[in-house]
């Protein structure tokens, strides 16, 4: 199995920046792609980015872009999610997750327990 625990959530005022980390353990060879979705109280999950852990490959959801940037650090197994620009929109529960590609979109088999991020106006 894989394991996943992400930490850097909190609160910030809007314009301010957060920087999340995911760490993964266990078997790692059971994923090609690491992802961070979020979910706001009452609303649907949604994908933020996600990033090809073999050769680097990233995707942003358009109301991202520019603002966040995922990278990696395959030897340490970790993933980020740099978010510069916060807008009290963005405030959600932030999920790190591990999955496969499948057309170009990663499909989560494994998921983290979650950060909080707040942002206030």
């Known amino acids: 199995q894989v394991q996943l625990v992400e930490s850097g959530g909190g609160s910030v005022q809007a314009g301010g920046s957060l920087r999340l980390s995911c760490a993964a353990s266990?078997?790692?060879?059971?994923?090609?792609?690491m992802g961070w979705f979020r979910q706001a109280p009452g609303k649907e999950r949604e994908g933020v980015a996600h990033?090809?852990?073999?050769?680097?490959?990233?995707y942003y959801a358009d109301s991202v872009k520019g603002r966040f940037t995922i990278s990696q650090d395959n030897a340490k197994n970790t993933v980020y999610l740099q978010m510069n620009s916060l807008k009290p929109e963005d405030t959600a529960m932030y999920y790190c997750?591990?999955?496969?590609?499948?057309?170009?979109?990663?499909?989560?088999?494994?998921w983290g327990q979650g950060t909080q991020v707040t942002v206030s106006s």
């Open positions: 266990g078997y790692t060879w059971y994923y090609n792609c």
């Open positions: 997750a591990a999955g496969v590609l499948s057309m170009k979109v990663c499909r989560p088999n494994y």
């Open positions: 990033i090809s852990t073999s050769i680097g490959s990233t």
